[in-house]
């Protein structure tokens, strides 16, 4: 079970994509990357916006495409790298 | 028949008709620019046309802006040229279509076709000029808004916006500075057709000043141990479109038989006696291998098709094979 705070994020998430990004995501846990969703030049602009909204940092040698694949790991990661800080 | 050349010119027209050829983000930008200002886009040819199942930002937005799309292979097709007669198109811009344009297509439309080359002319024409870049070391690259021609990216420059590639620079995020600077340039384009299409610049290239890259992959896509450690990181930065498909692969050496990919490495400044090949101690999940003249970080290695930190795979003591492409 999510906790409401991961949910939470999931659709702050999510309302970057529509909003910022203009890109219409399915859902939560589809494949960003294997469906093309985000392309290079959205993700570059997404790990900007992730570290402007959220405060973390993506550290590009150690970057996993994993960590980027949905929505639902993107939240996911965003939450390690918080607890990881704080 | 109207003469093409001297016809009616399009100063009068408010709005130009643009046909736009595009893909990606990058395209979808530039659709979303002449959507705003006003212009009629007679079509958006994109790949997702004829692939309504997989995405396509291009497609997406046209489609939201109401502007018709049409495959993107139809350009290759006998008689397109006739269509984009019929069809009355000032202009025709490519970004980042994977379609070569055929002559007649390109000089199908008023003002001529433009596209957009990640990459500075005519030093770097061809295929992936950004990768191209940072495997020579370069420490600036521009992208190009040039003329369509029959040859492949040696049309009169309109224009050109040049920037720093930093240290850190990957494959990726130079291609992202290059669709950064390239959109407004596109824009500067087409505001300048629609307004006073003379004054579009056309700056022959200096043909002796250009170099045509292939498909081909440098050295065979090995790592040379035996180079100086800026060679073999810069590479690697060649190939690092993570968590996209680099075009080149990634760099590969052997230990213990084994094929090992390099997808992520840095220098150290470190200057080093080992053996070059040798890997040295563990750095977090990085190791260190010794090139030349000083160590590199290794971090990120792709092994069995798994992409995984350096220490999960490399181990002090191994050492990459060299008399196999390894020895200059």
Redesign the interface.
């Known amino acids: 079970m999510i906790t409401q705070e991961l949910a939470g994020l999931r659709n702050q998430i999510a309302a970057l994509f529509a909003d910022v990004l203009?890109?219409?995501v399915p859902s939560h846990d589809t494949n960003l990357?294997a469906?093309?969703?985000l392309?290079?030049?959205?993700?570059?602009e997404l790990l900007l916006q992730l570290e402007r909204r959220f405060g973390i940092h993506v550290e590009?040698?150690?970057?996993?495409?994993e960590d980027?694949r949905s929505i639902e790991s993107i939240a996911a990661f965003i939450e390690a790298q918080r607890q990881a800080v704080g | 028949m109207i003469d093409r050349t001297t016809g009616p010119r399009p100063e009068s027209r408010a709005r130009l008709r643009i046909l736009l050829l595009a893909e990606?983000?990058?395209g979808?930008?530039v659709l979303r620019m002449i959507a705003e200002r006003g212009h009629v886009v007679v079509a958006v040819m994109t790949s997702g046309a004829a692939r309504p199942d997989?995405?396509?930002?291009v497609r997406?937005?046209a489609e939201r802006l109401g502007c018709p799309c049409w495959p993107a292979e139809w350009v290759r097709e006998r008689g397109f040229s006739e269509r984009v007669r019929a069809a009355d198109v000032d202009l025709l811009l490519n970004v980042h279509s994977l379609y070569l344009v055929p002559g007649a297509v390109l000089n199908a439309s008023r003002l001529g076709s433009y596209n957009m080359h990640p990459g500075p002319l005519p030093e770097y024409a061809g295929r992936n000029p950004v990768s191209w870049a940072l495997f020579r070391g370069e420490t600036t690259h521009a992208v190009t808004i040039h003329r369509m021609v029959p040859e492949v990216d040696a049309g009169p420059i309109a224009y050109q916006a040049s920037f720093d590639i930093e240290e850190?620079d990957?494959a990726?995020?130079v291609?992202?500075k290059c669709?950064q600077a390239g959109v407004p340039l596109i824009a500067r384009l087409v505001d300048t057709a629609a307004t006073n299409p003379a004054a579009i610049p056309a700056i022959a290239q200096n043909r002796s000043r250009r170099s045509y890259y292939g498909r081909d992959v440098p050295q065979g896509g090995q790592l040379i141990w035996p180079r100086p450690a800026r060679d073999v990181v810069n590479f690697t930065r060649a190939c690092d479109?993570?968590?996209?498909r680099s075009p080149w692969g990634h760099p590969v050496g052997r230990v213990d038989g084994r094929q090992v990919a390099v997808v992520?490495a840095?220098r150290t400044g470190v200057r080093c006696a080992a053996p070059p090949g040798a890997v040295s101690d563990v750095v977090g999940?990085?190791v260190r291998v010794a090139c030349a003249d000083e160590w590199v970080l290794v971090?990120?290695v792709l092994t069995d098709g798994q992409?995984v930190?350096a220490s999960r795979t490399l181990r002090p003591g191994q050492q990459f094979e060299t008399e196999n492409g390894g020895r200059e």
């Open positions: 203009k890109i219409e990357l469906t093309g969703l392309d290079s030049l959205g993700f570059v590009m040698e150690s970057l996993e495409p980027f | 990606e983000a990058a979808a930008q997989s995405p396509s930002p997406d937005l850190r990957s990726l995020t291609s992202v669709v479109y993570v968590p996209f992520k840095t999940g990085a971090h990120r992409l930190y």
